[in-house]
């Protein structure tokens, strides 16, 4: 978390070699010169960074596909900073954008000549009996660390711990317990929202419910998400898993689309994986929360499947098993930085009963047509997904998330073009429904969205991670 205070600004900018630079007052605006447009804006608990270099940093995304440059950068320290930059915004007519940890790759995070609240300054979490208040910017690492300490957590939160509590709440979070608790926007008793006009809402199922459930999945178009309230329930002590392997694509989508539905192991992953010399291969990593590991029997749980051989997982504490992506997402973040490179993650929905010739379909198509190389895949119950904005096939039981890297020729045949999303100041929040037309494609079976529910499921085993047994079954 970059903590921004003015001595550190100093720090970085003469770090930069800005020996030039001039900081203005009011001690609140930074910037090389102050025009009469930002004079009207009446003082901030944070910052609003004009700079070149901040403006800059938040010019461009985890998927590099998009260079927008913003006019300004807030830092908001309040939630009275959030709504004084909405209605100023309105008034200069300026859109905004909100930023967690700019994890999307399609430029929704970015505003070309607007303004961008960089929310990670907005992170306070509370705990409360049986909830956490979280702000926007708080990582599910923070909000975790907090709940650990009482022995509770979320039920649901996403696979990246990394990743903002609003910035998970608006692409609507699926994970790989959401054959149980559906997408983490599920879990969400409250929020509160400063919508396009400037107003600051709470909002529930029972009160102000329209903007509630237009927030939830809403990829930031319907408000920003100052807080929400989290429903708490008793964390495990520990996580045992076991990896299954296939090689025939019918049984492992059969065995998945099993344990999905009877719902007794908590974890869930599977993963197709092409393999050079054995073309593509299949694995279900299924995970049991337990008191200890001595009582999770994962043997009942595996007896009626089809799988050619399995691996036993060390067991991991709960605490270690919620980091389980944290390493791999900081070195893809690091290297990132170190060779810049477009990237485009894809997570789309279909209808579970066309899933299996779906995937047989882009199996057979070549990795350099496709531009897939490795996938997850989600069976996901949907009836547990009770959130109007978060788009699933309805109408059979199960719908199948796909999620995959660099699959720009189905995004283009799925999706269509994509834009990016700004929220549109002096718009009511049911006029600022996705610009992208994604929310106009209810009727479609087969639905893609780049970036907002972009979701990397590599491999949940990684390297670190000892094999203690190995086994081989039909
Ligand atoms: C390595 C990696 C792992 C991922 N893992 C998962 C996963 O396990 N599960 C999953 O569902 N998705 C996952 N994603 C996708 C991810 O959910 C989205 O990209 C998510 O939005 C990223 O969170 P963020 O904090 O980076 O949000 P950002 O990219 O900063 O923002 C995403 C969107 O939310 C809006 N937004 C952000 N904060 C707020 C707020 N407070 N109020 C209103 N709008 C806001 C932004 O304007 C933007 O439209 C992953 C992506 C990557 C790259």
């Given amino acids: 978390m970059n903590e921004f205070t003015r001595r550190s600004f100093l720090k970085q900018i003469s770090a930069a070699g800005l020996s030039s630079f001039v900081v203005r007052e009011p001690s609140w605006l930074f910037a090389e010169e102050v025009d009469q447009r ?111 300490a009482q022995g509770l957590t979320p039920p649901a939160m996403g696979d990246t711990m990394t990743l903002s509590v609003g910035g998970i709440l608006s692409a609507g979070g ?19 929202v400063v919508t396009g006009a400037g107003d600051l809402l709470k909002c529930s199922a029972q009160r102000n419910r329209e903007l509630f459930e237009l927030a939830l999945a809403g990829m930031g178009q319907c408000g920003l998400i100052e807080s929400a309230r989290l429903r708490l329930v008793t964390a495990p002590k520990w996580v045992v898993r076991r990896d299954l392997m ?23 992953g599977a993963l197709v994986l092409a393999d050079q010399t054995r073309g593509w291969t299949f694995k279900i990593t299924i995970g049991k929360f337990c008191e200890s590991p001595e009582e999770a029997d994962l043997r009942a749980v595996v007896a009626d499947l089809r799988f050619k051989s399995s691996e036993d997982l060390m067991p991991v504490p709960f605490g270690l098993y919620l980091h389980r992506e944290v390493a791999r997402d900081t070195a893809a973040y690091a290297a990132r930085k170190r060779t810049p490179s477009r990237a485009l993650y894809i997570t789309m929905f279909v209808p579970g009963s066309v899933g299996e010739e779906f995937v047989a379909r882009i199996l057979a198509t070549p990795a350099e047509t496709s531009g897939v190389t490795r996938f997850s895949l989600y069976l996901l119950p949907v009836q547990k997904f009770t959130r109007p904005m978060f788009m699933l096939p309805r109408r059979e039981e199960f719908a199948q998330g796909l999620s995959a890297i660099r ?39 087969v639905r893609g969205t780049a970036g907002s529910e972009a979701v990397a499921k590599p491999d949940a085993a990684d390297g670190r991670e000892r094999r203690v047994t190995k086994s081989t079954s039909g």
Wanted: net charge negative.
């Fill in 38 to 148: 930002w004079k009207g804006l009446s003082k901030l608990d944070g910052s609003l960074l004009l700079d070149e270099g901040h403006r800059e940093q938040m010019a461009t995304d985890f998927g590099a596909n998009f260079h927008r440059v913003p006019l300004a950068v807030l830092k908001p320290r309040s939630t009275e900073d959030l709504v004084k930059i909405v209605r100023f915004a309105n008034a200069q007519g300026l859109k905004i954008a909100m930023r967690g940890q700019g994890h999307s790759q399609y430029g929704q995070t970015l505003v070309e000549g607007g303004i961008v609240v960089d929310s990670r300054t907005l992170n306070g979490v509370k705990l409360g009996a049986g909830v956490v208040d979280a702000q926007g910017g708080a990582s599910w690492e923070e909000v975790t660390r907090q709940t650990l």
């Fill in 174 to 192: 699926i994970s790989n317990s959401s054959h149980l608790f559906g997408a983490v926007v599920d879990t969400v008793e409250e929020v509160d």
């Fill in 246 to 268: 296939y090689d025939d694509l019918g049984k492992f989508l059969g065995d998945a689309r099993h344990l999905a539905s009877e719902a007794k192991v908590e974890h869930l």
């Fill in 407 to 445: 699959p720009f020729l189905l995004a283009c045949r799925l999706g269509g073009p994509l834009r990016s999303n700004e929220l549109a100041p002096a718009r009511s929040g049911k006029e600022q429904i996705r610009p992208d037309g994604y929310s106009h494609a209810r009727d479609r079976d």
